[in-house]
């Protein structure tokens, strides 16, 4: 029983690692930036979602003062900005 609760927490602990968020390439992040710009935000930390989704999670974005958590379409256009 034992090895059978192992397996699965093992196998739970390895499908876990493969969804894990991707660092956008240069290129990605320079876009990224520049929308956060137009719309008066700085900062932040750029994740690339895995899930082939190819939406952009900006966390801790900066704007008056307020940290905000920031969702982009694979366009870069804003499709969520939520208070931090």
Do not use: N
């Amino acid at each position: 029983m034992k090895k059978i609760v192992l397996a699965a927490v093992a196998t739970g602990l390895m499908s876990f690692g493969a969804l894990a968020d991707e660092k956008p390439t240069e290129d990605e992040a320079a876009k990224i930036k520049a929308t956060l710009t137009e719309w008066g935000f700085e900062g932040g930390v750029y994740e690339k979602e895995s899930e082939a989704t190819g939406v952009y999670e900006i966390d801790d974005a900066k704007k008056s003062g307020v940290q905000y958590d920031v969702k982009l379409d694979k366009d870069f256009k804003v499709i969520l900005i939520s208070a931090d």
